[in-house]
């Protein structure tokens, strides 16, 4: 009898015992909010070489069906991707784990072209929010020894920060303030996490403090090489400049946040969409071919 109830004892310890190191991730207190898409952007991995030391993994991102970017490894480079988040039709944010086991998140501002590392964190993917075009919150963890990992991270490398949180414990909610070089796309002056250990639900507190990233003081919007018009424009605009003489043009926040990137089609017809852009002041940049650049100041106004 006395075994008996040891027996019950240590089952009743045990089950205790997974319940309350059982960590899960419920979520952010809300979506990303992008914006306006008219292309849709997947990703599917593969593998090939049997298992094996020598066998490749990799991902594939298309966009609308077509292949846009590929990469790959073995053995400790292989590569697996978890996620997948296109704020617009060319600025978007990826979580791939690598076979160095860890979580690495990569951006793109060329319609998926080429990315880079803006941050990374643990084994344990559980989510990524895309707080504006430039930076995104990255959650993490470890089992063994138990670890909970928020990183920020950002285009900007300076302002990466890969243990901006850290938790050994994830026993009490937690409260903090960050910098953020943009606004929230969803315009809201904080972020909550929600993580479940347990029975108990934890909530890391966000609180944002913006500080815009204003334009490069050599930047001189004034002394632009070419015009735009209409200018205040409502849908669409076009540019004074030989479309052979053109390298790319961008959208940018007057703040210098780049919003959109235009595609080579765009270029060609000399004709820049603003659908969903709202109201308000902005500037539009432009590469040369061979090298340089060029600025100038747009209004749009949807309302006439």
């Not at 006395?2 to 207190?29: A, C, E, W």
């Not at 617009?88 to 998926?112: A, P």
């Not at 929230?184 to 609180?207: A, E, M, P, R, V």
């Not at 990233?213 to 205040?232: H, L």
Request: charged share 10%.
């Amino acid at each position: 009898m006395q075994r008996m109830k040891k027996i019950i004892l240590f089952i009743l310890v045990l089950s205790f015992t997974n319940v309350f190191s059982q960590i899960q991730f419920i979520g952010f207190d809300r979506n990303v909010c992008p914006q306006a898409l008219n292309n849709t952007y997947t990703y599917s991995n593969f593998s090939s070489g049997g298992g094996g030391s020598g066998t490749i993994y990799g991902y594939t991102i298309y966009k609308n069906g077509i292949v846009v970017y590929s990469a790959s490894g073995n053995m400790g480079g292989g590569k697996f991707c978890k996620d997948l988040i296109f704020i617009n039709d060319s600025i978007g944010f990826l979580v791939y784990y690598s076979g160095n086991s860890s979580n690495r998140v990569l951006r793109t501002e060329d319609f998926g072209q080429t990315w880079n590392e803006i941050g990374g964190g643990a084994p344990n993917y559980f989510g990524l929010y895309v707080a504006n075009s430039i930076s995104a919150y990255l959650v993490t963890q470890w089992d063994t020894p138990l670890q909970l990992y928020i990183a920020r991270c950002c285009a900007l490398q300076s302002n990466v920060n890969n243990n901006f949180i850290y938790d050994q414990t994830i026993s009490s909610d937690i409260f903090v303030t960050d910098t953020l070089l943009a606004a929230d796309l969803c315009n809201q002056d904080s972020l909550k996490i929600y993580i479940l250990n347990g029975l108990d639900t934890i909530t890391y507190h966000i609180n944002f403090n913006l500080q815009y990233v204003g334009i490069q003081p050599e930047i001189d919007v004034a002394k632009s090489a070419f015009s735009v018009y209409p200018n205040p424009s409502s849908d669409l605009f076009q540019l004074s400049i030989l479309s052979i003489n053109i390298k790319s043009v961008s959208l940018l926040s007057i703040n210098g946040v780049k919003i959109i990137t235009y595609d080579n089609q765009s270029v060609y017809n000399n004709s820049y969409s603003l659908n969903h852009i709202p109201n308000g002041t902005y500037v539009i940049r432009v590469d040369i071919e061979g090298g340089g650049n060029s600025y100038i100041k747009l209004i749009v106004n949807n309302n006439h």
